[in-house]
């Protein structure tokens, strides 16, 4: 079973509509979670962190559920500049302090 | 703040061929990674370094995959001989420690190194 898994897509979504991901990480000892958001041809970058009480940047909503081994992120409001790959993060924390990454789920925004 | 530097950004070798990447990370930043991103899926930790000490290269095909950070700032990623599966960006990144807790923050990535194996 992979570490960390993710419904790859593509959601195709028009602009304005709410748009869910969802991700699941198969070691219950994981200690911190993350989306990152990847560009076509780029470098990810740190999108948000997720925490167990839940965090909202914007339009932008993290969850985590640590019983069932569960991370979201909701997108509300979708614009065109949200078209990119998201991917989901988890850190073993094993004193490597390593990350994981998903295969990431691609989101195009349309007009 | 200058960010995670690599080069070189493109290159394309014939298999069993050498290739070296090099990486520069943010000032202070005392972990330095390695990553093999290959199309269509997420990026895999192939070596982690603290200042010039490896903490984990566990999944570093090490009879082919060298990798080495003298002085603790620049590394250099080494692949010899060259496959074709090795197609695939590498990225680089570094994060500051946190020194109280032993644990990283945020890893900034460079731009990558897309390479071509044919």
């Known amino acids: 079973r992979k570490e960390v898994e993710q419904d790859p897509g593509p959601f195709n979504v028009p602009e304005g509509a709410t748009v869910a991901f969802n991700c699941t990480y198969s070691?219950?000892?994981?200690?911190?979670f993350f989306w990152y958001r990847q560009d076509c041809r780029k470098e990810p970058k740190l999108l948000m962190s997720?925490?167990?009480s839940g965090n909202e940047d914007g339009r932008f909503t993290a969850q985590l559920n640590r019983a069932s081994q569960y991370i979201s992120l909701l997108i509300r409001d979708s614009k065109l500049s949200d078209s990119a790959t998201y991917l989901c993060?988890?850190?073993?924390?094993?004193?490597?302090?390593?990350?994981?990454f998903g295969t990431g789920t691609r989101l195009t925004v349309i007009p | 703040e200058a960010g995670v530097a690599q080069s070189p950004r493109y290159k394309i070798i014939e298999k069993r061929q050498s290739v070296a990447f090099w990486c520069n990370p943010i000032?202070?930043?005392?972990?330095l990674y390695w990553y093999q991103q290959i199309l269509g899926q997420g990026p895999k930790l192939l070596i982690q370094?603290?200042?010039?000490?490896?903490?984990?290269d566990s999944q570093l095909p090490k009879d082919r995959f060298s990798a080495e950070r003298l002085k603790g700032v620049d590394s250099t990623l080494k692949i010899q001989p060259a496959k074709l599966e090795d197609s695939a960006v590498y990225l680089c990144?570094?994060?500051?420690?946190?020194?109280?807790?032993?644990?990283?923050?945020?890893?900034?990535f460079g731009p990558g190194t897309r390479l071509t194996v044919t």
């Open positions: 990144a570094s994060s500051p420690l946190n020194r109280r807790t032993g644990t990283t923050y945020e890893q900034y």
């Open positions: 070691n219950s000892a994981s200690q911190s």
């Open positions: 997720v925490y167990s």
């Open positions: 993060v988890v850190n073993r924390g094993t004193g490597a302090n390593n990350l994981f």
């Open positions: 000032s202070g930043h005392a972990t």
């Open positions: 370094f603290q200042n010039n000490g490896v903490v984990d």
